[in-house]
């Protein structure tokens, strides 16, 4: 904490009413004395790199390597991801490993290299020990993907926790991309990127950082492979990068060139190489695989503030209905909450609640409830005293019960760091349950406060269990908004074991995927807004997390009838479609923008339903293969230098490629396709990649590609599943998955394998594999429309 902290609450005086505004000045002198009292005052320090090395001494799956001054330990899982921790740091405990390390792999050995320097050769990759402890991770055949410079210590001389700081180099023509949710991607270009969740306070467009989700994750595209990098460390750290260049001085190569800078925590690493397919699912089965959403939630969400009680609800979803816009899901915001109080709800504005839950789900409508960490510190309250009387909030380093300033007022905040904390947490639920409400929306769970934006509304200083180990707001920051949805998502399992619960997180780390998705947070109602929301999703995708997406028209700011449309025909192609009222300033609902826009809205609206099993197939597979819904155009080519480079188009799991119209007053927009034939899905028209084509992108449609031979699960005029093949080359066969979902529970659903060949005399003929157990083809266990023909 420091000034600043304090300036942004004297000015939060002005911006949400002078009682909040003191509250929040009061708040912020006591953060910032807590922190003076409780945190070690940094004095000198003392520098300290590994020294060269004294001995090795081999393990499964690796070994340790000591040096004079720290030690090195290498483990290689059997999963193939490479493991190295300093200091004799082990991979556990860590928030982000699911189900703890993997397995060593057995043919792993340790053994001396040139130099006196040692070497890890294993199935898929290379490590290579310099004696000063440069650590280089090499394809089997030798090309270096990644160079660790020697790290560097500084400890402060009295004792305490010391901070460190890892250069690396990767190949000239590698670009970056990852670190979480981030407004300026998806490819990371040269600059600094902190790894602090932070609300920025106010709606935020491209280039904003740091954001809600910030995670120590790399993935480095280059021609010889791709790598993943996570450190895993949850402290306060940046990351400064700067892409390299070939050729540059004297015809010499400029690596690119990361450099991590952490305030604590262990120095460990995990790398991961191969295509992107294999290190995402490398990553998926260390930090586990991602929670599959109902089938209802890759539908059309709405967002209400709640503040308009029941009739506001029922006249949004009458307008739906008149419209003829389809809808599957309505959010209230806090203002159904009573005094905005968490697992409350406003009864004069509510009186009726489950009645009105029951009335909506008949029409295949679900509600969604917000759920934010802050409690109302006062007695009386049913949550504050259950959490009081099970020692539930996090306390300062004196012992006395931190409060903050958030919506209810003076607010506790849980520590979901502590098991027992999360499982009081997630029996709240059973309210909100009552009340008929089907999912579960975190907000302000950094933890921010309406007025300590930019910094958690918690000092650093403040204590938290740590599930057991014990330590303090610096190391549980950025994983708080993770605990809190482990909370939820293992709360709702408990309460409701038949059912797949729905939450969505603004905030969290490094394995949220196992607990549900992202809601990408207050971005602006601007154009820049727009190409913010794109880049979030995709970054969040490449580190783990496929279920994310952002409000349709921003939260703040002018919506143009244009700038909404565009938003809403991008949302209806990414995971989490939720559109927001408000007005027209800042979103609104379709029929405010006038007909044209309203019969738009309507065919876009219609084609997400109609592509609703494809949504919950590439779910399917995401929690089976860890690839993402939403991919970069380089996912099948990283070596096509022009798709590294492409940030205004996307893939929809392998058969689709959407090219969103990200600017305004556009009507033609240049596509680049990546290898192979792709079918304007509009037109019929067939195009040849790799290449640049030029396309009509008129303001009631996006250009949408559709792979040759792709085969596409689409949901038919009388509700069921259809199958929509795009014809293969001639000469090629196509062929695609689709995953029947059993319900919104447990079941394990079945896989389907289509393949769409060419017969002479027969056309496209399309069969289906065997069942399990069955060999051979057998015919499709749903219509087929076969296009592309022409």
Same mark, same amino acid.
């Given at each position: ?66 040096? @004079?001054? @720290? ?10 991801? =490479? ?134 994750v ?14 895993? @460390?949850?402290?306060d750290?940046?990351?400064v ?16 060139v ?24 490398? &990553? ?23 503040? $308009? ?26 203002g ?11 009864? +004069?504005?509510? /009186? ?41 909030? =996090? ?8 409060? !903050?300033?958030? @919506? ?27 009340? *008929?409400?089907?999912?579960f ?17 918690? /000092?650093r ?5 740590? +599930?057991?180990?014990?330590?303090d ?5 950025n ?7 482990r909370?939820?998502? +293992? ?24 607990? *549900?998705?992202? &809601?990408?947070g ?63 300033p800042a ?32 779910a ?15 996912w ?47 037109? $019929? ?5 790799? !290449?640049? =084509? ?49 319900g919104? *529970?447990?079941?394990?659903p ?14 496209? =003929? ?25």
């Amino acid at each position: 904490m420091n000034g600043r902290d304090l300036v942004r609450s004297m000015k939060a005086v002005g911006s949400v009413g002078a009682a909040h505004g003191l509250a929040a000045v009061r708040a912020a002198l006591r953060r910032r004395r807590a922190d003076a009292d409780g945190l070690p005052t940094r004095g000198a320090e003392r520098a300290r790199v590994p020294g060269q090395v004294v001995e090795a001494v081999p393990g499964p799956g690796g070994g340790t390597i000591r040096f @004079s001054r @720290s030690e090195l330990r290498i483990h290689v899982a059997v999963n193939g991801a =490479v493991f190295w921790g300093w200091d004799g740091a082990g991979p556990e405990p860590s928030y982000a490993l699911a189900g703890g390390c993997p397995q060593a792999d057995p043919r792993a050995e340790l053994e001396p290299d040139k130099d006196g320097g040692w070497r890890v050769v294993a199935e898929r990759v290379t490590v290579v020990v310099s004696r000063h402890g440069a650590v280089e991770v090499c394809t089997p055949g030798g090309v270096t993907l990644r160079r660790d410079l020697p790290p560097r210590w500084w400890e402060p001389v009295d004792g305490g926790t010391g901070r460190w700081m890892q250069r690396s180099e990767v190949a000239a023509d590698a670009r970056f991309f990852g670190l979480g949710g981030r407004a300026s991607g998806p490819r990371l270009r040269e600059g600094t990127y902190r790894l602090w969740n932070t609300d920025p306070g106010r709606a935020f467009e491209r280039g904003q950082d740091p954001l809600h989700v910030t995670m120590p994750v790399q993935l480095v595209v280059a021609d010889a492979a791709c790598h993943l990098a996570f450190h895993d @460390s949850s402290w306060d750290g940046t990351v400064v990068l700067r892409e390299g260049a070939e050729g540059a001085g004297s015809g010499h190569d400029r690596p690119g060139v990361c450099e991590l800078r952490m305030d604590g925590g262990p120095l460990r690493c995990w790398v991961m190489v191969g295509t992107p397919a294999r290190v995402l699912l490398a &990553w998926a089965s260390l930090t586990g695989a991602p929670a599959v959403p109902p089938a209802w939630a890759f539908g059309h969400h709405h967002m209400t503030p709640g503040s $308009g009680g029941e009739q506001e609800v029922r006249r949004v979803a009458a307008g739906h209905v008149e419209h003829r816009l389809p809808l599957d899901a309505v959010h209230l915001g806090v203002g159904h909450l009573d005094g905005r109080r968490m697992f409350t709800v406003d009864e +004069e504005r509510f /009186p009726k609640l489950p009645v009105l839950a029951e009335e909506l789900r008949r029409d295949g409508i679900r509600l969604v409830s917000v759920v934010g960490p802050a409690v109302q510190a006062a007695a009386g309250d049913a949550v504050h005293d259950g959490g009081a009387a099970a020692d539930a909030f =996090v306390r300062d380093a004196s012992g006395r019960v931190v409060e !903050g300033v958030a @919506s209810p007022g003076e607010a506790v905040f849980p520590d979901f760091t502590h098991a027992r904390v999360r499982e009081w947490w997630g029996g709240l639920y059973a309210e909100r349950l009552a009340r *008929g409400f089907a999912g579960f929306w975190h907000d302000m769970n950094e933890p921010t406060s309406l007025t300590a934006f930019g910094e958690s509304t918690l /000092p650093r200083s403040a204590r938290h269990a740590l +599930e057991g180990r014990g330590g303090d707001h610096r190391e549980a920051h950025n994983v708080y908004g993770l605990c809190m949805a482990r909370a939820g998502y +293992e709360g709702l399992r408990a309460l409701l074991p038949e059912e797949r619960p729905l939450v969505v997180s603004r905030s969290g780390w490094v394995g949220l995927q196992r607990y *549900g998705g992202v &809601w990408c947070g207050g971005v602006a109602g601007s154009w820049a807004g727009l190409r913010a929301s794109l880049s979030l999703v995709m970054g969040l995708g490449l580190c783990g997390v496929p279920y994310a997406g952002s409000d349709v028209g921003g939260v703040e700011g002018t919506a143009s009838a244009e700038l909404y449309l565009r938003w809403l025909q991008l949302g209806a192609y990414l995971p989490l479609l939720r559109t927001r009222a408000g007005g027209r300033p800042a979103g609104g609902e379709a029929w405010e923008f006038g007909a044209e826009v309203l019969e738009d809205a309507r065919v876009v609206l219609a084609e997400r339903r109609r592509l609703l099993p494809y949504f919950v197939t590439l779910a399917h597979l995401a929690r089976r293969t860890g690839a993402p819904c939403v991919r970069p155009l380089w996912w099948g080519a990283p070596e096509d230098r022009a798709l590294r480079d492409c940030e205004d188009a996307f893939l929809l799991g392998d058969s689709l490629l959407v090219a969103p119209v990200l600017d305004p007053g556009v009507e033609r927009r240049a596509v680049r396709l990546p290898r192979g034939l792709w079918y304007d899905t509009a037109t $019929g028209t067939a195009h040849t990649g790799p !290449g640049r =084509v030029v396309v009509d992108a008129p303001v009631g449609r996006v250009p949408v590609f559709a792979r040759a031979g792709a085969v596409i699960p689409v949901r038919g005029e009388d509700g069921g599943t259809e199958l929509e093949v795009w014809a293969p080359a001639r000469g090629r066969t196509g062929g695609g998955l689709v995953v029947r979902d059993a319900g919104d *529970g447990w079941e394990a659903p079945e896989i389907e394998r289509y393949v769409a060949r060419w017969e002479d005399g027969r056309g496209v =003929v399309v069969e289906r594999e065997g069942r399990a157990g069955g060999d051979g083809m057998c015919e499709p266990s749903h219509p087929v429309r076969v296009r592309g023909l022409a």
